[in-house]
């Protein structure tokens, strides 16, 4: 076997599917999520070094591949402008409570508030509550210290928590409906 | 890894839950497909297939040429690599070995006053030639063998008058010797009073190739500085202030290879002069060869265009 497609099964073969999950889960469409990954291997390929020599190659190529998506998604934010946000909302706001937990439009409201977070907030909450990460191999990955990580969760958590106190509530009324 | 142990948070349940969702088996296939061809360009790439220790070997050199880089460093700022601080006496050894120079001499009577600008060529032998107004004065060995009137402005100022003071030491101080003399150069300043050892000015230099001392009298009412080039040793400013008055003579020196005969020659000149009679301008500079061959007056212009006119001899 060729030392380029050892490292390969050995790095990236095992994340496979998850970068592919964690792609979609974000862009939500076939194009979008096409071009995030084809820009997350750009930059596999630019930093291929330095991530095969990586202490934790794993948590790096999340990072990388929650960026791209979240890049486009913002692109793609920007794109839709205002129009697209107050569709949304509106849409939430007038589904009923057992509409909503289960929406397109509330998964969409969900991607949109993290688009708005910080970059490395919106990586480290990504990788963190997604990906189960812990805050040392996310402090590796972003190169930052684990205090600085947990703090990139908390505000990415607070922030979000107030992006979304509509989807909550009504997903805690659907809660007590049931 | 997953060491998330408590995710009741709705928030994170959401953000999980955004996350849920299968990607569409034509959308994988086209991913997997993106993935595929970047293995095979991943295998393809020439310096993965180095054995490991290339890049260690890399970060070596790196780490080692920094460290080579760090050492030199201190070395420059330690003085120990690199000339060092030229001495008084290598400047002054240095100016009296120059072939030629130009010195631009500006005296300034008091702070605000419109400076007198006074020009001299000095050749190795005591020859010299100075302008100062529409005078161009010639010497040698000391003494004033002409002064040929130039055409222009003939206005008199005491400035001038003084100027023209300090040209007749200059001549008496400079040309009595056969080689420059920095210390009789500044000796023929109108300098009331005795002067201190040169001391080296560190505040005073410019940038690190150059140096300056300072020169003062005891009561510090009348200085000198001179900058100098720190790998040259060649001194190419000297500046004279007395601050009760503001009087000040500024001295621009340059250096080039020697200049022609003719050059300080008054008789050479007043012939080149009624050569160019319709060219008043530029006729302070007549005979003078500049270093990189350009023209300096209209006569050198006119020359060149001639010769450029000239059909070539078969």
């Not at chain 1, 402090?139 to 990580?149: D, F, K, P, W």
């Not at chain 1, 505000?155 to 409906?177: A, K, T």
């Not at chain 2, 955004?18 to 991943?42: G, N, S």
């Not at chain 2, 001495?87 to 605000?112: D, M, N, Q």
Request: net charge neutral; glycine share 6%.
């Amino acid at each position: 076997m060729q030392y380029g497609q050892e490292e390969y099964e050995r790095i990236v073969r095992p994340l496979e599917d998850r970068m592919i999950r964690l792609i979609w889960g974000v862009t939500k469409n076939a194009e979008d999520a096409e071009e995030a990954l084809q820009e997350a291997l750009a930059v596999l390929w630019r930093k291929w070094d330095k991530i095969r020599m990586h202490p934790n190659p794993e948590a790096l190529i999340y990072r990388i591949c929650i960026n791209s998506a979240y890049d486009l998604l913002r692109r793609r934010i920007r794109r839709e402008k205002r129009e697209a946000l107050v569709q949304v909302d509106a849409a939430v706001n007038e589904k009923t409570p057992a509409d909503v937990l289960n929406a397109k439009e509330c998964l969409a409201a969900i991607h949109h508030a993290i688009g708005q977070l910080s970059r490395h907030q919106a990586i480290a909450v990504t990788m963190r509550f997604v990906q189960g990460l812990s805050y040392g191999d996310i402090s590796r990955a972003l190169g930052c210290r684990e205090n600085t990580v947990r703090k990139h969760v908390e505000r990415g958590r607070e922030r979000l928590r107030g992006l979304l106190s509509n989807v909550i509530s009504e997903q805690r009324g659907v809660e007590s409906f049931q | 890894m997953n060491t998330n142990p408590e995710p009741e948070d709705p928030v994170e349940i959401m953000v999980k839950k955004a996350f849920d969702e299968e990607t569409p088996a034509d959308v994988r296939q086209a991913m997997q497909a993106h993935l595929r061809q970047f293995r095979t360009r991943i295998q393809a790439r020439e310096y993965i297939q180095r054995p490991r220790w290339y890049s260690q070997r890399f970060l070596a050199r790196i780490t080692v040429g920094f460290g080579v880089a760090a050492i030199v460093m201190l070395c420059v700022s330690l003085g120990l690599i690199g000339s060092p601080a030229p001495t008084w006496a290598e400047v002054v050894e240095r100016f009296a070995g120059a072939p030629c120079f130009s010195a631009t001499i500006y005296v300034k009577e008091h702070a605000t006053a419109d400076p007198v600008q006074v020009e001299l060529w000095m050749a190795q032998g005591g020859k010299l030639r100075l302008r100062v107004g529409n005078q161009m004065i010639f010497g040698e060995k000391g003494k004033v063998i002409e002064t040929v009137p130039l055409t222009g402005s003939s206005e008199s100022s005491n400035v001038r008058k003084n100027a023209r003071l300090l040209v007749e030491q200059y001549v008496e101080a400079l040309g009595a010797l056969d080689s420059f003399s920095l210390e009789t150069f500044m000796k023929s300043l109108p300098i009331n009073g005795v002067l201190s050892s040169p001391l080296e000015n560190e505040n005073a230099r410019v940038s690190d190739d150059m140096v300056a001392f300072d020169i003062s009298t005891p009561d510090n009412e009348q200085w000198i500085r001179i900058w100098a080039l720190r790998e040259s040793r060649l001194p190419v400013r000297l500046l004279f202030w007395i601050p009760g008055s503001g009087e000040s003579i500024d001295v621009v020196l340059s250096y080039f290879e020697n200049q022609p005969s003719e050059f300080f020659d008054p008789n050479a000149f007043k012939a080149a002069l009624e050569y160019t009679m319709p060219d008043t301008a530029g006729a302070a500079y007549l005979l003078f060869k500049d270093p990189g061959g350009r023209p300096i007056t209209p006569a050198d212009v006119r020359e060149m265009k001639q010769s450029a006119a000239a059909p070539e001899k078969s």
